[in-house]
């Protein structure tokens, strides 16, 4: 019996080994709630296998002391930027000189200054064969300029809301297809998209103030790819809605972004910039402003024509009077330059800025 007993307690022992054993494993592979709040703090908990500190997404600072402006330009809203064949930076401004041009090293090139005191400036584009446009709210026009500033071409009529072929009502972009043919998003006033050819003759147009796919409730931005599918940033519906050349609806991006402004590049990868889906309130500053004003938040977002998000940069939203290098308030002009740096104009921050990888 003394065996048997003997045998008993040493196979108990045994068993109280292995749990013992099995304890201390899981205790080591399982922080206590202790151990797990002082690794949360930051404390000295010895930390697992090291994490690889590798930065795969992008981080971008701003240049300092970017641009160089003249000295009698009054600061202002940058609504606009667009760069040239060449890589320089063409900003439409709201104080004159209105267009400013800069080297990529935010040298000062040259300027024009627009004398009329009804323009609101909107949008700076190129088409295809270097021409420069500008869109005009407040004058209710698009024109395009030769590279010295003097006009040849003028969409709508100057200083003359309208509703038919031949007027715009405050339009707030343009962009060129393969063929040459001019869509001007037609834009606080009309709520459409209009067609020229690449005379400046009226074709069509298409869009009516609405919620349904299709209408438009601020068409405040346009680009085309290289097919020549055309994206409408359809602002207070907070959507992209994209079209054929004829005015057929294709695609719904919606529920995304409330998207201000677009930047297409040659590879076809569509950059928007703008702020995060919100729905409408009434604010004292602005009551009878559009959707997003004053934005919760500032974004860029980069995708392809399909509408796959490959690209979501946040940036900070500046206090009004107290904005920092580096955040954003109201952002409204976007530009990608072909080394990939990133130029941004804000309407209350009042600032052109360049963005370089870090």
Not at 41 to 69: E, F, I, M, Q, T
Not at 214 to 229: E, N, T, V, Y
Not at 340 to 358: E, H, P, S, T
Request: proline letters at 8%; glycine letters at 8%; one cysteine or more.
């Amino acid at each position: 019996m003394r065996q048997v007993r003997l045998a008993v307690v040493v196979l108990l022992a045994a068993r109280a080994m292995v749990v013992a054993e099995g304890d201390a494993a899981d205790a080591v592979a399982e922080p206590t709630a202790a151990t797990a709040r002082a690794t949360d703090a930051g404390k000295a908990a010895d930390p697992p296998a090291a994490y690889p500190r590798v930065d795969l997404a992008p981080d971008r600072v701003a240049v300092p002391d970017w641009p160089r402006h003249p000295a009698d330009w009054k600061p202002a809203a940058v609504p606009s930027i667009a760069i040239d064949r060449d890589g320089t930076i063409w900003a439409y401004t709201r104080s004159n000189p209105v267009v400013q041009v800069f080297e990529p090293d935010g040298a000062f090139v040259a300027g024009w200054r627009e004398e009329d005191p009804r323009t609101v400036p909107h949008a700076i584009r190129f088409d295809r064969e270097g021409n420069v446009w500008l869109v005009d709210v407040g004058l209710h026009v698009a024109r395009r300029f030769d590279r010295s500033g003097r006009p040849n071409l003028v969409l709508g009529v100057l200083g003359e809301a309208g509703t038919d072929a031949s007027h715009l009502d405050k339009p707030t972009d343009i962009a060129f297809a393969a063929d040459g043919g001019i869509f001007v998003s037609d834009g606080y006033g009309n709520n459409r998209v209009v067609h020229y050819d690449r005379t400046g003759t009226f074709v069509r147009s298409w869009g009516v103030l609405g919620v349904e796919r299709g209408s438009f409730s601020l068409p405040h931005s346009i680009a085309i790819d290289s097919r020549d599918r055309i994206y409408v940033a359809d602002r207070n519906n907070v959507r992209v809605q994209v079209f054929d050349r004829e005015g057929r609806l294709l695609d719904v991006w919606s529920n995304v972004l409330v998207p201000w402004t677009f930047s297409i590049l040659p590879d076809d990868s569509i950059w928007v910039c703008g702020s995060a889906p919100m729905t409408w309130s009434i604010h004292p500053d602005y009551p009878t402003a559009p959707l997003g004003c004053p934005p919760k938040d500032q974004l860029v977002m980069r995708f392809d024509t399909a509408g796959r998000l490959h690209e979501l940069w946040t940036l900070p939203k500046g206090r009004d009077g107290a904005e920092r290098p580096g955040d954003v308030n109201w952002i409204h002009g976007l530009a990608v330059g072909p080394d990939g740096a990133v130029y941004v104009g804000d309407i209350i921050g009042k600032r052109l800025q360049k963005f370089v990888r870090r």
